[in-house]
């Protein structure tokens, strides 16, 4: 009796020692979702919870609402940075993402504080998300991340923010972002306001190629992706890309879809020059692409 | 500390006082049958040894039968019905019952364990455990899966005293009357 007693103990007084600094984010309509004091004054939630980006409040645990101005936001990784002016509670005690193992205990918190329980059920290396995010550390949770637990805390058994919890990145699993992810992020939030990603001004399509087509050029892989849209004096227009050119290799990796490309344009590859390997009239055709900086959405 | 020291230390006690407590639990927990010749359609827990046994309002309508812990089939008469509460109380012919260890669930604290015991999809006195998601004076908030059947059973904290009556599942958490609602009404209905 004694152990489970000290385990809910302990469980209890994890909640305690984190819940001081988490907050509701009003930033969308109904269901408020939850934020983290990152540091003083400062909140990150998680971007997709932000639908509106002016009249944002958060509220503490005690019930009061402060007025919230959004820094900046990062739809690659779903993280949103607020400032908070006179927020007069303590910033999160940050735990090493790096020591996390599977099947370590944790707790998933939301505003209130709510709590939700279960373990780290798998670990993996550098990801990146659908939306192009880097994300240092895969980390999938067996825990149930209950509406406007979004932005809020993975706590470890000490009490201590281990990782930020998104529903808002996958369809089927239960993810948490490193905070060593966050932590990047929101230093380069706070720097820039954006996080920078690279860019081809291309749309693309994927497409199958032949196979009498692909062995007379020695090609790699089954398919490519069939440039459909080129912006005009973009960096792959300034390459000499043209419409209906299919993309086989990019950066000497060859590319089946969206993701392929993707994953080749990290934010450190801007200014960059990568190599691509088109078929163009039936014939091999490499370009020498300078890889520009993703313009931001409502940026002129 | 190696992580084999650990299981040794930790996790084969917690293991041990879990599976005590289930047990202590189980002992307590009634299945509640319907009139027909069909099996649970929920769970109740022995308030006193005297033969009072407490459900929710929409596991009892009327009489019923209750199977106790020893395997016993007994004929339950519905003394009294709270629909606000979703709380009934029954009353078998019997003295001496194992009765329940009755907590304060206005002491309970967000992030401790809680065991919830009931007649899950026709399993009988099955555990589930979980920890307390929120408090409110009209329900816990429990992150515990339950399942039909685990209506009226006891949600119960480490120490094994019960803080709550599991009555229904919203949004995937198990939302339990808490026992100081249960002891009020049994104060109101039964002792007044």
Known sequence: ?300 | MSPATTVDAVLEPLAAAAAGLAARLARVTVEVRGRGRGGAVGAGVVWHPDGLILTNAHVASGDVTVVLADGSPRRARLVARDVRRDLAALVVDATDLPAALVGDSGALRVGELVLAVGNPLGLVRALSAGLVHAVGPRAIHADLRLAPGNSGGPLADAQGHVVGLNAMIAGGLAVAVPSREARQFVREQLQG
């Open chain 1, 1 to 300: 009796m004694e152990a489970l007693l000290s385990l809910s103990n302990d469980l209890a007084g994890a909640v305690e020692r984190a819940a001081p600094s988490i907050v509701a984010v009003h930033a969308r309509r109904r269901l408020p979702s939850t934020g983290i004091h990152w540091r003083p004054g400062i909140v990150v939630t998680a971007d997709h919870t932000v639908r509106a980006e002016d009249g944002l409040t958060v509220e503490t645990a005690d019930g009061r609402a402060r007025p919230a101005a959004l820094v900046g936001r990062d739809p690659g990784s779903d993280l949103a940075v607020l400032r908070v002016a006179d927020l007069d509670i303590a910033p999160a005690a940050l735990g090493d993402d790096g020591a996390l193992r599977v099947g370590h205990m944790v707790l998933a918190l939301g505003y209130g504080p709510r709590a939700s329980w279960g373990v780290i059920s798998a670990l993996g290396p550098r990801w990146r998300t659908w939306r192009g995010g880097e994300i240092d550390r895969l980390v999938r949770l067996d825990l149930v991340l209950y509406p406007g637990f979004s932005g809020g805390p993975l706590v470890d058994a000490a009490g201590r923010v281990v990782g930020l919890n998104t529903s808002g990145l996958t369809r089927e699993s239960r993810l948490a972002l490193p905070v060593t992810t966050v932590a990047r992020v929101v230093d380069e939030l706070l720097r820039k306001g954006h996080v920078s990603r690279g860019y081809l001004g291309i749309g693309m399509q994927p497409v199958r190629l032949p196979e009498p087509l692909r062995a007379r050029l020695g090609l790699p892989g089954d398919g490519g992706l069939i440039i459909v849209m080129v912006e005009p004096d973009g960096p792959a227009a300034r390459a000499g890309l043209m419409l209906g050119d299919v993309l086989v290799v990019l950066d000497g990796v060859p590319v089946g879809d969206l993701e392929d490309v993707q994953a080749r344009l990290g934010g450190d590859r801007v200014g960059t020059t990568v190599t691509a390997l088109v078929v163009r009239a039936g014939a091999r055709a490499e370009l020498s692409i300078t890889v520009g900086e993703r313009p931001r959405r409502g940026a002129s």
